[in-house]
Structures are given as structure tokens and as C-alpha cells.
């Protein structure tokens, strides 16, 4: 009679693990359920996030919707919109739906590609910093002041006439100098969930600093980051766009929203022909407005206070 008994006792932890497993995964669906509840109860980030997919499939699927070749000259010059072309065509004779189209891929990849980049090394930063504290906490805060002073634009304007014009080098100067507010962010979250008791306990059995770090910490702390993250896609589409008005972004003959707005340098373009300013100017709005809306909904539905 005493082994069934034995039995019992070791299969107790077991089937105390199990349950313990599923109640926690059944928190972590009900969590992103209400996340999810909350998102599609805020009308325009829903616009914005059904915006941003469509935007999505016209950069990935570019190349079967387009009518024409975005680089394909023909000797229809400075065309208005017809049956043939759509948006009718530039001084060259391309077609400007189908450069509008293939430019979609240029500012979304610059958007993610610069945001990767400054988030990842800004959580990193952000994260040792506030973990371990003391003279790497002052070290790391010391270089993201430094970096924070620079003045952005005109450092990035330098470092773009220096290293040349083109779509890799605008990601990777967005990448490496947009990251301290991140760092900073990162760094104040990390600071008040060191403290709380699930670290502590985490601490006291014994796991390693950096599965305490990355795998306990970093997660509840993901919420502002993914806000900051989104706000940060916006600005990095406007700044391309900037860049290559200038002509110190993406260059001809490939097609990005911000060179496809030069030709608004002359007023004849701006007069007679706006079929060559207007859309891309509209394609850089609804871009920027979705990410901004998907932002916000984010922003509130991950804020604790809110909850409901």
C-alpha cells in the first residue's frame, strides 16, 4: 500500500508543473488577447495598421503591379494622367505610377532597416547600463550625452557628402545615430524592474545575469519600446525623403518618394505639371499618419493606467 502512495507523491510536483505551465501561457493569451481588444477598439490605428499592410504588399508585390518599368523611357514627356499612364509621366518620359510603386520599398526599408539598427543597440546600451550600474552605467550615459548633442541633421548631412549618396548609407547613418533616446528609454524601465521580486527571485535561484537580463527583464519592458520603435519608422521615412530632395538620399535612376519630389524645385512642375509632386507628397502623408495611428493605439493599448 505504500508504493501507490510514493507514486502519488512524485507525480504531485509533476502535475503541479503542468498546471502551473498552462496557467501561465493562459495569462500570456489573455494578455495579448486584451492588447489585441484594446488596439481594434482605437479606429485609426486600425486605418492605420490596414494602411500600412496594404503598403506593405504594394513594396512586396511591386514588381506584378506595376503597368510599367519604373525605369523604362518612353517619348511620352511630362505626360498628364491618361489611360496608358495612370499618373501620367515625368520630364523623362517614365512612368510615375509605377516609380511610385517601386519607391514604396526604398522608405519602408530605410524605415525598418534605421529602426533595427538604433533600437538594437539602443536596448543593448540601455539595458547594461541599468543593470549593472556604477561606472559602466556612468560610462554608457556619458557617450549617449555625447551622442545627444550632436546636432543630427547637420552631422548627417556631413557624413552623407562624405560618404556618398545611396540607400545603405542612409540606413546605416539613421542606425548609428539615432539610438540614446532608446538607450535612455530602456535604461529607465530596466532601472525600476531590477527592483521588483520576480528579479530578486530570479537572482536568488541562481540564473545567470544574462538570462535574468534578457529574458526576464527585457520582456516587460518591450511596451515603450515598440511605441518609441513605431514613431521612429515615421521619422526615419521623413528624413529619407529630405535626404533625397536634397539629393543626398537615394539618386536616380532609382525611385524613392524624396527624389521623386525634386522635380517641386521649379514652379513650372508646381504650376503645370503637379501630377509629379502630388502623389508622392500624398504617399509620404498616408505613410507617416499609419505609423503614427498604429503608434498610438499601441501606446495605449499597452499603457497599464488605461486598463479597463
Keep these: 500500500m505504500a508504493m501507490p502512495g510514493m507514486n502519488l ?54 514588381p506584378w503591379i506595376a503597368p510599367h518599368s519604373p525605369y523604362h523611357l518612353s517619348d511620352s514627356f511630362g505626360e498628364a494622367p491618361s489611360s496608358e499612364h495612370w499618373l501620367g509621366t515625368d520630364q523623362v518620359g517614365r512612368d510615375v505610377l509605377s516609380r511610385l510603386i517601386y519607391a514604396s520599398r526604398v522608405s519602408l526599408l530605410v524605415g525598418i532597416g534605421a529602426v533595427s539598427i538604433y533600437v538594437t543597440i539602443g536596448v543593448i546600451f540601455g539595458s547594461v547600463s541599468a543593470y ?18 550632436f546636432p543630427t541633421l547637420m552631422i548627417i548631412l556631413v557624413i552623407v557628402s562624405v560618404l556618398g549618396p545611396s540607400i545603405t548609407n542612409v540606413i546605416l547613418i539613421l542606425g548609428f545615430l539615432g539610438w540614446p533616446p532608446v538607450a535612455r528609454l530602456v535604461r529607465g ?41 513605431t514613431f521612429g519608422m515615421a521619422g526615419a521615412i ?31 512642375v508646381l504650376t503645370s505639371l503637379p501630377w509629379l509632386w502630388v502623389p508622392p507628397g500624398i504617399m509620404i502623408v498616408i505613410a507617416v499618419l499609419s505609423i503614427n495611428f498604429i503608434g498610438d493605439g499601441l501606446r495605449d493599448a499597452m499603457d497599464p493606467k488605461s486598463l479597463k
Design 9 to 62: 507523491q512524485k507525480e504531485a510536483p509533476i502535475g503541479g508543473a503542468r498546471e502551473k505551465s498552462v496557467q501561465e501561457i493562459g495569462r500570456t493569451e489573455s494578455y495579448l488577447y486584451m492588447i489585441a481588444k484594446r488596439f481594434l477598439k482605437h479606429r485609426l490605428a486600425v486605418v492605420g495598421l490596414i494602411s500600412m499592410l496594404l503598403l506593405v504588399l504594394i513594396a512586396i508585390f511591386a
Design 132 to 149: 549593472f550600474g556604477g561606472w559602466i552605467d556612468m560610462f554608457f550615459m556619458r557617450v549617449t550625452d555625447v551622442f545627444m548633442s
Design 189 to 229: 524601465s530596466v532601472l525600476t524592474l531590477k527592483e521588483m521580486d520576480f528579479v530578486k527571485a530570479s537572482v536568488a535561484l541562481g540564473y545567470s545575469t544574462w538570462r535574468i537580463l534578457f529574458i526576464h527583464i527585457l520582456p516587460n519592458a518591450i511596451a515603450p519600446i515598440l511605441v518609441y520603435a
Design 238 to 268: 521623413i528624413i529619407e525623403a529630405s535626404l533625397s530632395f536634397l539629393g543626398l538620399g537615394v539618386q536616380p535612376p532609382t525611385a524613392s518618394w524624396g527624389n521623386m519630389l525634386t522635380d517641386a524645385q521649379s514652379l513650372t
